[in-house]
């Protein structure tokens, strides 16, 4: 994994207080993206997530197998929301695609 963003294509209506977290750990998966408030965003966010130590793009979480990711979305209103649209981007490098 080298990149991580998120994008808020679509206005989220209904919420304001859409949060979400991007990684690995199912109980809190924050490697990749982490307590990203959505629905205040103007524009892309990349790499805010435990496994980065900048917003710089750069190689983290290292696995020898398939790794499932999570996203876990917090919201004190989601009953509520009735537009909205995220697009999650990850950029992986498989290394053993090329042995």
Partial sequence: ???????NTVDIAGSS????DVGTTSGDPDEFIDA????????????????????????VKAVASETEVYVKVTDSAVASLTAGEIVIALRVLDLNKFS
């Fill in 1 to 7: 994994m080298e990149l991580a963003a998120v994008a």
């Fill in 36 to 59: 990203l408030d959505v629905d205040a965003m103007t524009v892309p966010v990349f790499n805010t997530g435990d496994q980065f130590t900048s917003g710089y793009s750069k190689a």
């Fill in 17 to 20: 207080t859409l949060v979400i």
